[in-house]
């Protein structure tokens, strides 16, 4: 299995970013995927889910309205559009999948959000 993160940057407060996950290794479409997030010092925080088909979806309740997440099971990747940032969504983000009660994490992606 592998999950390789990319899309994060320096982006000013109220700016967007969108990053993106490719998966690999396992059948893709079968698989609920997920973002999470940790900022330095903090717990790592769950960010949102996406259903295998893509018919479902849920928040955390700090990016409702401002983050959705997506996915395209013919390019085995998973998205997430991040819009009206804020300095407090800085951090590493990483998609995660868990598979047969195992977990797997990408290396993560840095978004930075700051003046």
């Known amino acids: 299995v592998q999950l390789v993160e990319s899309g994060g940057a320096l982006v000013q407060p109220g700016g967007s970013l969108r990053l993106s996950c490719a998966a690999s290794?396992?059948?893709?479409?079968?698989?609920?995927m997920s973002w999470y997030r940790q900022a330095p010092g903090k717990e790592r925080e769950w960010v949102a889910v996406?259903?295998?088909?893509?018919?479902?979806?849920n928040y955390a309740d700090s990016m409702k309205g401002r983050f959705t997440i997506s996915r395209d099971n013919v390019k085995n990747t998973v998205y997430l559009q991040m819009n009206s940032l804020k300095p407090e969504d800085t951090a590493v983000y990483h998609c995660?999948?868990?598979?047969?009660?195992?977990?797997?994490w990408g290396q993560g992606t840095q978004v930075t959000v700051s003046s």
């Open positions: 995660y999948v868990g598979i047969w009660k195992n977990n797997y």
């Open positions: 996406i259903s295998n088909s893509g018919g479902s979806t």
């Open positions: 290794g396992f059948p893709f479409s079968l698989y609920a």
